[in-house]
């Protein structure tokens, strides 16, 4: 089993950069993927970014070239840089890993706006 807990969210103006953080526990070195999901209010939640054990990523096309996803497998932490942010990035980010389950954090609210 594996929990997850995120921080790094808060109130960013448009154009401005936040930086996720989320900190793995438990059985951190059987962990395949790790991601970051995000949902807003009205909208299913979607994948952000993806990261697997080895370091290939997968970003939703929407994030491309403003956010970088990167992991520490040693430490069982996965990072989120968001850059340009948008207020369309608005919504409550998740941290996700996957073992044989996904598992979830509590989630951590990002808000862009002026």
């Known amino acids: 089993q594996v929990q997850l807990v995120e921080s790094g969210g808060g109130l960013v103006q448009p154009g401005g950069s936040l930086r996720l953080s989320c900190q793995a526990s438990g059985s951190i070195f059987s962990i395949n993927a790790m991601g970051w999901y995000r949902q807003s209010p009205s909208k299913q939640r979607e994948l952000v970014a993806r990261?697997?054990?080895?370091?290939?990523?997968n970003y939703a096309d929407s994030v491309k070239g403003r956010f970088t996803i990167s992991r520490d497998n040693a430490k069982g932490t996965v990072y989120l840089q968001m850059n340009s942010l948008k207020p369309e990035d608005t919504a409550v980010y998740y941290c996700n890993a996957v073992i044989v389950n996904a598992y979830w954090g509590q989630g951590t609210q990002v808000t862009v706006s002026s």
């Open positions: 990261i697997g054990s080895g370091g290939r990523t």
